[in-house]
């Protein structure tokens, strides 16, 4: 089992920053991709960014790019997510996927992102 552990949500204005992160622990060995997806009430879960663990190649929504950027420290088994420029539509609850051979899926709690003036 593998578990995920986000923080850094919050509340900010238009074209305010935030920076999301992704703490896992467990059976870490079979990982290899991990990112994280945001959903609003009644739509359903979309792919924000994601970072494959061998290439480190990335993936963005095109709602998102040039605006978020997607990281990842291995040493601390942590993912991140740096959202600049927010908009009102990037207000969503945020998920943190990882995603191991098999395969199988690992998602956090989520964190409420609310861009609002």
């Known amino acids: 089992q593998v578990q995920l552990v986000e923080s850094g949500g919050g509340s900010v204005q238009p074209g305010g920053s935030l920076r999301l992160s992704c703490l896992a622990s467990?059976?870490?060995?079979?990982?290899?991709?991990m990112g994280w997806y945001r959903q609003v009430p009644g739509k359903e879960r979309e792919l924000v960014a994601r970072?494959?663990?061998?290439?480190?190649?990335?993936e963005y929504a095109d709602s998102v790019k040039g605006r978020f950027t997607i990281s990842r420290d291995s040493a601390k088994n942590a993912v991140f997510l740096q959202m600049d420029s927010l908009r009102p539509e990037d207000t969503a609850v945020y998920y943190c996927?990882?995603?191991?051979?098999?395969?199988?899926?690992?998602w956090g709690q989520g964190t409420q992102v609310t861009i609002s003036s």
């Open positions: 970072i494959r663990v061998g290439s480190g190649s990335t």
């Open positions: 996927w990882h995603i191991a051979y098999g395969p199988e899926e690992y």
């Open positions: 467990g059976r870490l060995f079979s990982i290899y991709a």
